[in-house]
């Protein structure tokens, strides 16, 4: 069975300050996809990040960065000098190939503060 | 601009009444799904259809309904049988089902609430 931990609950930082949204992954199937999405106080979420099991580069975008190792199913989320526009609450999904119905299986979430 | 619209924003509903969500989307895509978010808590899955006149249950159907007679349209029916109705609903769409790689992408999300 497929399942995604989020252990932190909320965080607060500072502005400025670097923050990293943890995402632990259980699955036992040798493909699957990993995502990021931010959900605003508006309520849409909104598409970060995709990653297949298969491509362990860490990739960066902007002030983004994620950080995915297989060796401890782990798919890590950084903001680098944090902004108030970055509070949000911020949920790692996983989708395994073999699910014909697309299901996606989503953690719990990260209630980000970026205090000014 | 392509994109997933829901409807209305907020919606109340009473004690034994059935409401409809409606789900629209311009995006050509096959797939589109229901979610409910309950306060502190992630996503669960109500129902999903891979494609047109064709759809399946998710995790917590029960006291819900849905239809796919088009494409673009997903409408959500709760029914008096869902007993817990206040939550965020929130509609999706992919590209295709199957495979599990392809990406969902969200709509603004309608707040239920029961009077």
């Known amino acids: 069975a497929q399942k995604v931990t989020q252990a932190q609950t909320e965080i607060s930082v500072v502005e400025k300050e670097d923050v990293t949204l943890d995402c632990v992954y259980e699955?036992?199937?040798?493909?699957?996809?990993l995502f990021w999405y931010k959900q605003p106080p508006s309520g849409e979420l909104v598409f970060l990040i995709r990653?297949?099991?298969?491509?362990?580069q860490n990739e960066i975008s902007g002030r983004y960065s994620w950080n995915f190792q297989k060796s401890t199913s782990s798919f890590n989320f950084t903001i680098t000098a944090s902004q108030v526009v970055d509070s949000a609450v911020y949920f790692c999904?996983?989708?395994?190939?073999?699910?014909?119905?697309?299901?996606?299986?989503f953690g719990p979430g990260t209630r980000l503060s970026v205090l000014p | 601009d392509g994109g997933i619209t829901q409807s209305p924003k907020y919606l109340f509903r009473k004690e034994g009444q059935n409401v409809t969500l409606s789900c629209e989307q311009n995006?050509?895509?096959?797939?589109m799904y229901w979610y409910r978010q309950d306060p502190g808590q992630g996503l669960r899955l109500i129902y999903y259809?891979?494609?047109?006149?064709?759809?399946q249950k998710g995790d917590i159907a029960e006291g819900y309904s849905v239809s796919r007679e088009k494409k673009e349209s997903f409408p959500l029916t709760v029914t008096s049988a869902q007993k817990n109705p206040t939550a965020f609903y929130l509609c999706?769409?992919?590209?295709?089902?199957?495979?599990?790689?392809?990406?969902?992408?969200f709509g603004p999300g309608t707040r239920l609430l029961v009077l």
């Open positions: 995006l050509n895509h096959d797939a």
């Open positions: 699955t036992r199937d040798t493909t699957y996809y």
């Open positions: 999706a769409s992919s590209i295709a089902g199957g495979g599990g790689q392809e990406t969902q992408y």
């Open positions: 999904a996983l989708s395994e190939a073999m699910n014909y119905g697309q299901n996606f299986v």
């Open positions: 259809s891979q494609i047109v006149n064709d759809f």
């Open positions: 990653r297949n099991s298969f491509d362990e």
